[in-house]
Nanobody, 120 residues
């Protein structure tokens, strides 16, 4: 059973910073693309950032230059450093990953999410 578990959310003032972490656990060969998505109240879930196993990154325009995604392949972890946070960044942030099992089958998994609230 594969699980993605996020941590690091919380309440922060505008202009502040937070660092989210996500760990993939269970029995699998590797985790390929990992990413972060977010969903604000009344809105659809949207992509925030992706990172390949080789370190190639992709960001939503709304966070480019403020957020940085990174990963530790040895620990099956992905991180999201969020700087210059704005009230519109308030959302539940979800970790996502493409996990390859020992039969080389790829399955996409989601974490349960962590709340990020940006407010004064």
């Amino acid at each position: 059973q594969v699980q993605l578990v996020e941590s690091g959310g919380g309440l922060v003032q505008p202009g502040g910073s937070l660092r989210l972490s996500c760990t993939a656990s269970g029995s699998f060969r590797v985790v390929n693309i990992m990413g972060w998505y977010r969903q604000a109240p009344g809105k659809e879930r949207e992509l925030v950032a992706l990172v390949s196993r080789g370190g190639i990154t992709n960001y939503a325009d709304s966070v480019s230059g403020r957020f940085t995604i990174s990963r530790d392949n040895a620990k099956n972890m992905v991180f999201l450093q969020m700087n210059s946070l704005r009230p519109e960044d308030t959302a539940v942030y979800y970790c996502n990953g493409d996990v390859m099992d020992y039969d080389s089958k790829l399955t996409n998994y989601w974490g349960r999410g962590t709340q990020v609230t940006v407010s004064s």
